[in-house]
């Protein structure tokens, strides 16, 4: 898939959490394997969006760990203020991270700063994006503002780049939070859900590779409730 002015547009990496960024999988990183359709002559920058988590330096350290091994010239925290350092870093970035926390609270940050219309435009332009916990879930339809208990969550648009709505690491919860989403919205968009430790290529032809990990997909097919295992190539590598 290319964009309107040329530029291949990149697979989309949505992670369950940070496991998988330190995963290797046939020997090779998956953070490398990530950059394989980059120009190999051009520096690689690579940008961590630390908003959803409100920039916790421990975190951007983890991500900074992940790195070591992978051909990436210069990295950066971007943190939520956003400033005009951050802003010209970004605009130039080859890998960019969204990190876990809060989906709510990441997204609302990305909207204000003007970083939401950054990343699309990078995005656009070839750039990778990896989504980790929350960061893959806004790169979905919807993300979900919890309710009292026995109340329906609110919905609310992210970035609209995954046609479903996404959750991860819900698991033990028997994914009650993505069911309960795609039944408010009456089947018109399905689930995904990614396990602990597992994660999902999303290819720009919109076909999926789930990664170490079996995901979930759900599906309203009039009143009934269909559940898809979506099994990884190589399982619990």
Do not use: C
Not at 81 to 108: C, K, M, P, S, T
Not at 195 to 216: K, T, Y
């Amino acid at each position: 898939m290319t964009n309107d002015s040329g530029d291949s547009v990149r697979p989309l990496y949505l992670l369950a959490d940070s496991q998988l960024l330190f995963w290797r999988h046939r020997g090779r990183l998956l953070l490398d394997t990530a950059l394989d359709g980059l120009p190999r002559d051009e520096p690689v920058r690579a940008a961590y969006i630390g908003a959803s988590n409100g920039d916790q330096p421990e975190y951007y350290e983890l991500f900074e760990a992940a790195l070591e091994g992978v051909r990436v010239a210069e990295r950066r925290m971007i943190r939520s203020a956003f400033d005009n350092e951050d802003r010209a870093f970004l605009r130039h970035a080859q890998l960019i991270v969204l990190a876990g926390g809060d989906v709510r609270r990441g997204w609302e940050t990305f909207e204000r700063t003007g970083m939401k219309e950054v990343i699309l435009d990078r995005y656009a332009s070839g750039a990778v994006l990896v989504g980790v916990s929350a960061g893959a879930v806004q790169l979905g339809r919807y993300g979900v503002v919890e309710a009292a208990e026995g109340s329906p969550g609110r919905l609310f648009d992210v970035f609209h780049l995954v046609p479903m709505v996404i959750d991860t690491h819900d698991d033990q919860g028997g994914w009650s939070r993505l069911i309960g989403a795609i039944q408010r919205l009456d089947g018109a968009v399905s689930g995904l859900g990614i396990p602990a430790g597992g994660g999902v290529v999303v290819h720009p032809d919109l076909s999926f590779e789930p990664l170490r990990r079996p995901a979930h997909e759900f599906r309203l097919e009039g009143n009934e409730l269909v559940h898809n295992l979506l099994m990884p190539e190589d399982p619990d590598l």
